[in-house]
């Protein structure tokens, strides 16, 4: 059909009305009112070259906001709440080579909670975005999390926040790696697979934050994978109570213990396999164990750290002097020969963990850490980390995989009492 010129009479023909309200939303996107549902009103145009005005208009505003004088000035605090998604870049003041990431509207769905943004000027910086999420679910409302991320974009969806606690289930065990929890913002299972731990695991945190809890999850991980182990001892700082339920669980190769002299002697006895492991290693030119791991959990690791008398007479003194260079060694060289240290202490400091064993543990699980020097001692600068561990709350914790370097905020499930 021949289109018909327009009388301004009769109602205006569909392309016309389109390319009006165009204009009417091109107008109102410079004070945030055209950018709520704007995303629907650019899908429902038919004339493409309407489509990419309004976009390039998007673009435009971005573009002006990264200038050194912006206009229009953006009140943030009266930014209509559906147009924010659009403006969150801005908003967080996260310029990427002098541009804002925008919002795709290919592929977001605000309304069902998908928000994905591209950097156009760089790397999307995920560090930042990820510590950002409390900021970025305070502005957007409800609770947002990290869903993806490539080397140029971010996706963001909207969640029901973790619940205060969770209940572990067997389910969530996975063969031939420990399981970690849930990652706090991602809401994804964190695994740590057995061959990619370090010799020493370190859980610091304070008094009643949730360490003996995590180290009975990571118990059910062993006790998962029994055949990937030659042996599993549980040392219980606390004379026994808490992993005396797990005697029996795999006869011959799961070991309760807490006195010292147990303690100490396991150590002595433990350098001796590794140092056999290590031969045959080196005779056969294997260089890490994939199977027949020695794990050694450790709950309330100052109890056996602290020296057994002041009197430097008590000949106790010199086993236990013997037992910290043992533990030393098992720290630095256990690697390689399979031994895994998972060692918890309330602070770290050479009273509770000796520096030597705490250098060699280079995978840790950081839960509350209160004092400053503690949290510093930890993790050194504070500020890129996924969350500020001062104030982390019971249950959560941040895992510092030991060979990536990764940190990630884990919540940990609680046992069900049986
Ligand atoms: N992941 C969690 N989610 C919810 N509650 C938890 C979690 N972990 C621990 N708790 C609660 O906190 C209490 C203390 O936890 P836990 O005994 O693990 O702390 P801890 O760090 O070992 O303390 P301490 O240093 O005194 O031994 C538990 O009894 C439990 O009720
Ligand atoms: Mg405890």
Redesign the pocket.
């Known amino acids: 059909m021949a289109s018909q010129p327009f009388d301004g009479k009769s109602s205006p023909p569909p392309a016309v009305t389109e390319y009006n309200a165009m204009l009417e939303r091109q107008a109102a996107i410079w004070n945030g009112r055209g950018l709520d549902g704007v995303i629907e009103a650019y899908r429902s145009m038919t004339v493409e070259k309407n489509r990419a005005s309004l976009h390039e208009t998007y673009l435009h505003l971005l573009r002006r906001q990264a200038e050194p004088n912006p206009l229009p000035r953006i009140d943030f605090h009266e930014f209509p709440k559906g147009a924010r998604p659009h403006l969150l870049g801005l908003y967080l003041g996260t310029l990427v080579g002098g541009v804002y990431p925008r919002l795709c509207w290919q592929s977001s769905d605000i309304a069902r909670g998908t928000l994905t943004y591209i950097f156009p000027g760089g790397p999307a910086d995920t560090t930042t975005w990820r510590q950002k999420l409390p900021v970025i679910s305070a502005w957007l409302g409800d609770h947002w999390t990290i869903a993806n991320e490539t080397s140029n974009t971010i996706t963001l969806v909207r969640r029901t926040p973790l619940p205060?606690?969770?209940l572990f289930s067997p389910s969530q065990l996975k063969d031939g790696a420990l399981f970690l929890?849930v990652d706090a913002d991602t809401q994804k299972p964190v695994m740590l697979p057995f061959a990619d731990m370090t010799s020493g695991t370190f859980i610091p945190?304070?008094?009643?934050?949730?360490?003996?809890?995590?180290?009975?999850?990571i118990i059910q991980s062993l006790l998962a994978n029994a055949r990937y182990f030659q042996a599993i001892y549980l040392v219980d700082g606390?004379d026994g109570v808490?992993f005396n339920r797990y005697r029996n669980a795999a006869p011959g190769r799961v070991h309760v213990l807490w006195q010292d002299a147990e303690v100490w002697k396991l150590a002595t006895d433990l350098t001796a396999v590794l140092r056999h492991r290590n031969e045959l290693q080196r005779n056969q030119g294997i260089d890490n164990a994939t199977r027949d791991f020695i794990a050694v959990v450790i709950?309330?690791m100052a109890t056996f750290t602290a020296r057994p008398s002041v009197d430097s007479k008590n000949p106790d003194n010199k086993l236990h002097a013997k037992f910290i260079d043992d533990l030393t060694l098992l720290a630095r060289r256990g690697r390689s020969g399979g031994l895994r240290l998972i060692v918890?202490a309330?602070e770290p400091v050479v009273e509770q963990i000796p520096a030597s064993v705490r250098a060699n543990c280079l995978t840790s699980i950081a839960?509350r850490l209160p004092v400053d020097a503690h949290a510093t001692a930890m993790f050194g600068q504070l500020d890129g980390l996924p969350t500020d561990p001062r104030r982390l709350p019971?249950?959560?914790a941040l895992f510092k995989n030991g060979l990536s370097g990764d940190v990630r905020r884990v919540?940990?499930?609680?046992m069900r009492r049986t």
């Open positions: 205060e606690t969770l929890g945190g304070a008094s009643g934050t949730g360490k003996s809890n995590a180290l009975h999850i606390k808490a709950d309330e918890s309330q839960f019971r249950g959560q919540q940990f499930p609680v």
